[in-house]
């Protein structure tokens, strides 16, 4: 089976009956919302609060009742993928473009379950380019400020792009409105300085590193998976 199978069908274990849960947004989190369907068919009785528009999609393919975040009084659960995992459960998320929406989820969340393949786990954060989701408005000037705050930060020399749609080749616009900056470090000693000097330029208006929010991750491998906890 699929890693990403098997991380996806051992995170169906912390689902109850009358949760809400924050559906992720990529690959892995669609075989989730894919699978949690199949328990809905089956009289799983949960509400889902997409991350993304796509996550939205799949889950209304699936037949999983969809609530506004607005209507929410709280979040059981969160199950969502990664782009890296490092020490600590540190992690960088955005590839996708939905970061914001998937942290502002993840921070209401009381509990949030991250599933990945073995692939994503990481010794430092950094090889996969760190998205900053940005204002339009001066964002050129944004991105100098990004990068100097990557500098401050303890990234030794990051490369701060602005992200293009693959198709049209205009810059990618999240679910928000915004720009997203990729930024490519290298290496991330530091994840916690880096985020709070990031998140400290005017313009900036999240970025991909999720510090301490997440307290579970499932590893999924050929034959199994394997549940790692904080």
């Not at 999983?64 to 890296?84: C, K, N």
């Not at 300085?193 to 998140?199: D, F, I, S």
């Amino acid at each position: 089976m699929n890693p990403k199978t098997q991380a996806a069908r051992l995170a169906l274990d912390y689902v109850k009956n009358n949760m809400i849960l924050g559906l992720g947004s990529g690959s892995t989190a669609e075989i989730f919302i894919e699978l949690l369907g199949i328990r809905v068919t089956g009289g799983l009785d949960i509400k889902g609060i997409p991350t993304s528009r796509r996550s939205a999609e799949v889950a209304i393919e699936s037949g999983i009742e969809l609530l506004s975040i607005e209507h929410a009084d709280r979040i059981d659960l969160t199950v969502d993928g990664a782009d890296e995992i490092g020490p600590d459960f540190a992690l960088i998320k955005g590839g996708g473009g939905c970061l914001l929406r998937e942290k502002i989820i993840a921070n209401a969340s009381d509990l949030m379950v991250v599933i990945a393949d073995e692939s994503k786990l990481v010794d430092t954060l950094g090889a996969f380019a760190l998205p900053v989701e940005v204002d339009r408005f001066g964002f050129s000037i944004t991105a100098k400020k990004v990068f100097d705050a990557l500098r401050v930060g303890g990234t030794q020399r990051p490369a701060v792009v602005l992200r293009e749609d693959k198709h049209s080749g205009k810059p990618f616009i999240t679910d928000g409105g915004h720009y997203i900056l990729d930024c490519a470090c290298g290496a991330i000693p530091n994840p916690a300085k880096t985020a709070a000097k990031v998140c400290a330029v005017p313009g900036v208006i999240e970025h991909g590193l999720f510090i301490d929010l997440a307290r579970v991750v499932i590893i999924g491998g050929e034959i199994g998976a394997e549940i790692l906890e904080r």
